[in-house]
Antibody
Framework: QVQLVESGGGVVQPGRSLRLSCTASGFTFRTYAFHWVRQAPGKGLEWVAVISYDGTKTSYAASVKGRFTISRDNSKNTMYLQMNSLTSDDTAIYSC????????????????????WGQGTMVTVSS | QSALTQPASVSGSPGQSITISCTGTSSDVGHYDLVSWYQQHPGTAPKLMIYEVTKRPSGVSNRFSGSKSGNTASLTISGLQAEDEADYYCCSYGHGYTYVFGTGTKVTVL
């Protein structure tokens, strides 16, 4: 079935790094853009980053720009989030989400919404 | 990239209609018809309810509807049911290939 599974979370000290993975199954991974969204304990959703279907376009929230890097490997149906210089403000559940879209007549189009979500992986930044 | 503003809580009795507002700026909600809404029950992943301001994905009840006027988008739930009790978030595309979520609204069915 269509699903996204995150991995790589854990407890890390402030200033250290962590890499998250998001592995997809059940659909054609290479035709979709993907996002990372985080949710701090008891707080709301925060958009983190996006990567286009072919990896040529990326964008980040101001809160993580310059510290986080989003990437993907279409041969492995996997997306990544490299997180550097972590602080306690980065403590959250990190979820990957597929950007809704469709393909027609050989072209693919985005609908700028998130239709498939993973269950998330917890990242705790603490000394 | 400030969060879109939503009321912290909205409540209603079964069968009633409620509306959740989502206020942004002329750089996001007011500029693009790319507002989406998500329902999140405790401990679960968000579920897409509305995209492109007014469209419902397949499988979403027609009790859920979306609209927009100026910098404010709205989600209306009609015929409120116990299962609608959840947190709701709006989201908008913004300038420069960015996205911003709303602050979230807790819906309580009385």
């Amino acid at each position: 079935q269509v699903q996204l599974v995150e991995s790589g979370g854990g407890v890390v000290q402030p200033g250290r790094s962590l890499r998250l993975s998001c592995t997809a199954s059940g659909f054609t991974f290479r035709t979709y853009a993907f996002h990372w969204v985080r949710q701090a304990p008891g707080k709301g959703l925060e958009w983190v980053a996006v990567i286009s279907y072919d990896g040529t376009k990326t964008s980040y929230a101001a809160s993580v720009k310059g510290r986080f890097t989003i990437s993907r490997d279409n041969s492995k149906n996997t997306m990544y989030l490299q997180m550097n210089s972590l602080t306690s403000d980065d403590t959250a559940i990190y979820s990957c989400a597929r950007e809704m879209g469709y393909c027609s007549a050989g072209s693919c189009y985005s609908l700028d919404a998130f239709d498939i979500w993973g269950q998330g992986t917890m990242v705790t930044v603490s000394s | 990239q400030s969060a879109l503003t939503q009321p912290a809580s909205v409540s209603g009795s079964p069968g009633q209609s409620i509306t959740i507002s989502c206020t942004g700026t002329s750089s996001d909600v007011g500029h693009y018809d790319l507002v989406s809404w998500y329902q999140q029950h405790p401990g679960t992943a968000p579920k897409l309810m509305i995209y492109e301001v007014t469209k419902r994905p397949s499988g979403v009840s027609n009790r859920f509807s979306g609209s927009k006027s100026g910098n404010t988008a709205s989600l209306t739930i009609s015929g409120l049911q116990a299962e609608d009790e959840a947190d709701y978030y709006c989201c908008s595309y913004g300038h420069g290939y960015t996205y911003v979520f709303g602050t979230g609204t807790k819906v309580t069915v009385l």
